[in-house]
C-alpha cells in the first residue's frame, strides 16, 4: 500500500465522501471558509511575503513528520498529527492555514478524507484544533509564568486536547448526519482519541523540548505572531464550551439531510417514515435530557477548568516559596 | 525517496488524462455531490453511477484494478456507521445480545457505504489522471485563493523533499537501537520523546530550508506575489465533455428524486 508509507495508521478523523448529510457537510464548508479567510489575512499580515515559502514547507514537514512513528505495544504504533505543534511554533492563524493545506492534499492526491466533506474535516482538524490547542498552550503558559514547565506542558496539554476536541467534532458532526447515533460515536471517538491523544502530547512535548533548546527564538515566533494571549485561552474555552452545549442536540435527529428535505418538501415519499416511530422509541421529555446533559457538560467543563488554574496556582505559590 | 513513490498519479494516454484538469475536477466533485443527493435504497442510481465510473476507468487506462484497490481504504471507517443497524428504528431482523439489527438500519449502512465508495473513485480518478500541479491550477483557475494553492504547491514541491529527511531520521533510529521484533527498547514515554525530539529535529531543519528557499526567491526577484501564466482556453471538447458531464449528473439526482 502506498499511502501507508505516508500515514502508518490509518487515523479515524479524515471523514470520507457518503458519511456526512450534506447539511452538514455544507456547514463545515462555512465554517472552513470563514477560518482559512481569517487565517489568510492574519498571518499575512504577520509574515508578510515571507508566507508562502514558510508556509507551504512547513505543510510538507507535517506530512513528513506523520511518517514518524513509534512503537506503542505489540505491533500497534502511534504517530503524529502535528496540528498543535503547528499552531505552537508558529501562531494559531499560520498553523490553521499550513493544516488546511494538510488536510486539503491529504483528500486531493491521497484520498485520505473525502472531497465533499473536506470543509468538515478542515473544520476539525484545520480550524478547531489549532485554536483549541493554542488556547489550552496560552493558558498553561499564562498560569506558569515564565518557567519551563509551562513549554513542556503546556505543549503536551495542548497537544492532547486538540486531538480530542477534533474528534469530538468530528462524531457530532456524524451524528447530526444520521451516520451514527451521538449516543455511540462520542463515546467511542471520544475515548479511541483520549488515548491516541496521549502519543500526541508526549511527542510534541519532546519536539518542543528539542526546539526550545536549540532554536528558542522559534518558540517566541509563536507568540509574537498572535496578540493578545488571554483572547485566545478564552476562544480556545468557549470553544469547547459550544461543542457541548451542541453534542446533545445531535441525537434527536436521525438524519439531518431527510428532515431538512422534509422540511422543503422535495422528498415526499419520505421511506418509512421514521418520524412516527420515534415518539415511542426513547425520547420521551428529551428537552429535559439534553437540557440535563448540557448542563451537566458545561458543569464538567468549568470544574475541570477550575482545577487546572488552582493546581498551576497551588504549584506556581510553591515554587515562588522555594525560590 | 523518488517522487513516484509517493504520487498517485498515473501517466498513460487516454481521453481522461487529456482533458481539462478544471473539467475534471467539477466534474468529479459533481459526481461526489449527485451521489450525496442519492436518496437511500435508490439502488438503480447507485448502479447508474457506478456503471458511468466503470465505464470513465476503462477509459482512462489506468486499470480497474489499481482504482478499486485504492478506493478500499475509505472501507475502515465505515466502522463509524456500523451502529446504525441498531440505532435506527425499524423493524428487527436479528438480535445481537440486547440489541437488534433492524432492516432499516441496515438499509442504511449498506446506503451509506455504496455513497462512500462511489466518491471516493472519483476522487482516485481525478488523482490518477491529472498530474498535481494540474490540479492546483486548475483549482486556481476556479478562484481558490491564490496564496492558499501557492502553499500547496509548495507543500508538494517539497513533500518528497522532506520525507527523504524523515526516512533519514528513521534510519539512523533504527541503526542504534536494537528493537526484538516489535517492541522497542525503553518506556513508552522514552519512545515517544524519542519520536518527539526527531520531529523536533526535522521541524528546525524543514523550518531553516524554508529561510533557504525564502532566501532564494528574494535573490530571484520575489515580491510577495506568485506569478504563474493565465490557464489555457478550454477546448470544445473539454467543454462538450463538461456539459454533457453534468447534464447526464444533472438527470440522475432528478431521476433519483423523483423515483
Known sequence: MLLSTVSPVPVPMHIPDGFLSLVVALIGWVVAVVGIGLALWRSREALGDRQVPLMGVLAAFIFAAQMLNFTVAGGTSGHFVGGALAAILLGPWAGMLVMTTVVAVQALLFQDGGLLVMGANITNMAIIAPLVAYGVYRGVRLLAGEERWGLLAGGAVAAWASVVVSATACAIELGFSGTSPIGVALPAMAGIHVLIGIGEGLITLGALALVSVVRPDLVEAGRSSARGGLRWVWAGLALALALTLISPLASPHPDGLERVAEDIGFLEAAQDAPYEIIPDYVFPGISNEALATIVAGVAGTIVVFGLAVGLAALYRRRAVSQA | ?259
Open chain 2, 1 to 259: 525517496m523518488h517522487i513516484h513513490a509517493l504520487d498517485s498519479y498515473r501517466p498513460a494516454e487516454s481521453p481522461v488524462h487529456r482533458l481539462d484538469p478544471r473539467v475534471k475536477l467539477v466534474l468529479a466533485v459533481s459526481l461526489i455531490l449527485a451521489a450525496a443527493l442519492t436518496p437511500e435504497r435508490a439502488w438503480a442510481i447507485f448502479a447508474l453511477l457506478q456503471g458511468l465510473l466503470l465505464v470513465i476507468e476503462l477509459f482512462s487506462r489506468v486499470g480497474l484494478g489499481l482504482v478499486q484497490q485504492r478506493s478500499l481504504t475509505a472501507l475502515p471507517f465505515t466502522l463509524a456507521a456500523l451502529t446504525v443497524t441498531f440505532s435506527t428504528p425499524g423493524r428487527p431482523l436479528w438480535m445481537l445480545g440486547p440489541w437488534a439489527i433492524t432492516e432499516a438500519g441496515l438499509l442504511r449502512f449498506v446506503s451509506i457505504v455504496i455513497r462512500a465508495y462511489i466518491s471516493i473513485q472519483a476522487a482516485v480518478l481525478l488523482a490518477a489522471t491529472t498530474p498535481f500541479p494540474d490540479v492546483l491550477w486548475g483549482m486556481r483557475a476556479l478562484r481558490i485563493p491564490r496564496t492558499l494553492v501557492a502553499i500547496g504547491g509548495f507543500l508538494y514541491r517539497y513533500l518528497f523533499v522532506l520525507a527523504d529527511e524523515a526516512q533519514r531520521l528513521l534510519r539512523a533510529r533504527q541503526a542504534r537501537s536494537a528493537a526484538p521484533d516489535g517492541r522497542g527498547g525503553g518506556s513508552l514515554a522514552w519512545r515517544a520523546r524519542v519520536a518527539g525530539g526527531m520531529a523536533g529535529s526535522l521541524f528546525i531543519r524543514s523550518y531553516e530550508r524554508s529561510e533557504r528557499i525564502y532566501a532564494a526567491m528574494l535573490a530571484r526577484g520575489y515580491d510577495g506575489e506568485v506569478r504563474t501564466m493565465d490557464p489555457p482556453a478550454l477546448r470544445p471538447v473539454d467543454w462538450a465533455v463538461g456539459a454533457v458531464g453534468l447534464m447526464v449528473l444533472a438527470a440522475v439526482v432528478v431521476v433519483g428524486q423523483v423515483t
